[in-house]
């Protein structure tokens, strides 16, 4: 059974930052991709940024420049640094994997997710 787990979400106020943790838990062979969703209220989920276990980056023309994707595949953890965040970007955060669990199957898995909340 695998696993994505999300910490980090909470409260902050407009143009501060915040930092998104998620591990992956259990039997698999490599992740191939790992990264960021994000949705709000009403509206569908989006991408936010993924990263390859190569490094080859994706993100949203919306966040670039503030936010930041990184991985430690050693440890098997995407993070995302969020900085001069609004109050657009307020929503609940899932994180994402694509892992291989055999030699021949590999599966799309999502965490739990995480509110983060920008609001004076």
């Known amino acids: 059974q695998v696993q994505l787990v999300e910490s980090g979400g909470g409260l902050v106020q407009p143009g501060g930052s915040l930092r998104l943790s998620c591990a992956a838990s259990g039997s698999f062979f490599s992740i191939n991709i790992m990264g960021w969703y994000r949705q709000a209220p009403g509206k569908p989920r989006e991408l936010v940024a993924t990263m390859t276990s190569g490094g080859y980056t994706v993100s949203a023309d919306s966040v670039k420049g503030r936010f930041t994707i990184s991985r430690d595949n050693a440890k098997n953890m995407v993070y995302l640094q969020m900085d001069s965040l609004k109050p657009e970007d307020t929503a609940v955060y899932y994180c994402?994997?694509?892992?291989?669990?055999?030699?021949?199957?590999?599966?799309?898995?999502w965490g739990q997710g995480t509110q983060v909340t920008v609001s004076s």
């Open positions: 994402y994997g694509v892992i291989k669990i055999s030699y021949v199957s590999t599966r799309n898995y």
